[in-house]
């Protein structure tokens, strides 16, 4: 019997130390996960920190993953990658960190728990999750019953989001 294989998009970011030694290692600990099948990268962007302003820029980027694993089986994954990357479990919500990654859309998937909500819920209202995805894919979001790209043309985020020069793709 074969596994339902699901399309995940995870947002990643970094604004402590090797920013991409973090985005590339993080690549590749979700692509040698069992039950992750493929792992596509989005070009990198540099982006203004939101929340807590008085810190680094941000590396972001997003990652288009084919997996049979269940969102919470996803969660925990990205959970353990942050871990191994240096992430302390307890953190300055906004702060700043080695990696961060979040599920951004499970398939069309809608579900809130304490611990997973799918879309993500800020995911509209950052330029800096939007642009990657955009450059991957538009999936659609069925919340707020938009495309992406709709999500972007009505993003209320002001902050300065550049996408890194020659970049067509990660560079790892």
């Known amino acids: 019997m074969s596994m339902a294989l699901h399309t995940a998009y995870v947002g990643a970011g970094s604004n402590i130390g090797d920013r991409m030694d973090y985005l590339a290692k993080a690549y590749r600990k979700l692509l ?3 039950g992750i099948e493929d792992v596509k990268a989005s070009p990198v962007y540099i982006s203004e920190p939101l929340g807590v302003t008085t810190q680094e820029l941000f590396t972001n980027m997003v990652f ?6 269940s969102p919470r089986e996803l969660l925990m994954a990205c959970k353990e990658t942050e871990t191994a990357l240096g992430r302390p479990e307890q953190h300055e919500r906004w702060g700043p960190r080695v990696i961060d ?3 951004l859309f499970f398939d069309t998937l809608q579900l ?3 611990e997973l909500v799918i879309p993500h819920p800020e995911l509209h209202k950052r330029k800096f999750v939007l642009l990657p995805l955009l450059d991957l894919a538009d999936p659609y979001h069925p919340v707020l019953d938009k495309s992406s790209r709709k999500l972007l043309e009505a993003c209320p985020d002001n902050s300065r989001v550049i996408k890194q020069k020659g970049a067509t ?3 790892f």
């Open 32 to 34: 040698d996960t069992p």
């Open 101 to 103: 990654l979040d599920i």
């Open 169 to 171: 793709g990660a560079p």
């Open 112 to 114: 809130s728990t304490p």
């Open 64 to 69: 288009m993953l084919r997996t049979t694993l």
